[in-house]
């Protein structure tokens, strides 16, 4: 008998402007905004980051099962969906040679990169036949 799933939690709809700058609501203390480093990006651009980051993940994740709820996401796609807002803001804050930070800790974002892409589509072991 398979081991039980464990409970990867309810879907939750996108990301928006205001969920990325606020604290989640159901937490305990003082945790910060999922985003703190957003507050100075200006709401439209970080509205069109959001709508491009969201277009990237629909396009490479699978297609969601048609009796899926409209409107929500997965968790796994919403993590993505900050993720890839995050690399294109990344993106755009980089210099001419294509990276940003001082001398050895320059960093190169990569759009879409490995580890969204297997948030959105886990590899998973394939039986090899001899």
């Known amino acids: 008998m398979p081991a039980p799933q464990p409970d990867y939690g309810t879907p939750r709809d996108w990301h928006d402007v205001a969920s990325l700058r606020t604290p989640p609501v159901d937490t305990v203390g003082d945790q910060p905004a999922?985003?703190?480093?957003?507050?100075?990006?200006?709401?439209?651009?970080?509205?069109?980051?959001?709508?491009?980051?969201?277009?990237?993940?629909?396009?490479?994740?699978?297609v969601l099962p048609e009796d899926y709820p409209l409107g929500k996401c997965p968790a796994s796609y919403r993590l993505a969906h900050l993720m890839q807002t995050r690399n294109l803001w990344n993106a755009v804050e980089v210099d001419s040679s294509g990276g940003f930070g001082d001398g050895e800790y320059t960093i190169r974002p990569m759009p879409l990169d490995w580890?969204?892409?297997?948030?959105?589509?886990?590899k998973t072991g394939v039986p090899v036949a001899l």
Do not use: T
């Open 34 to 62: 999922v985003w703190e480093a957003a507050d100075h990006i200006p709401d439209a651009l970080l509205g069109d980051l959001l709508d491009v980051a969201r277009d990237s993940v629909i396009a490479f994740a699978p």
């Open 115 to 122: 580890i969204i892409k297997q948030i959105l589509r886990p």
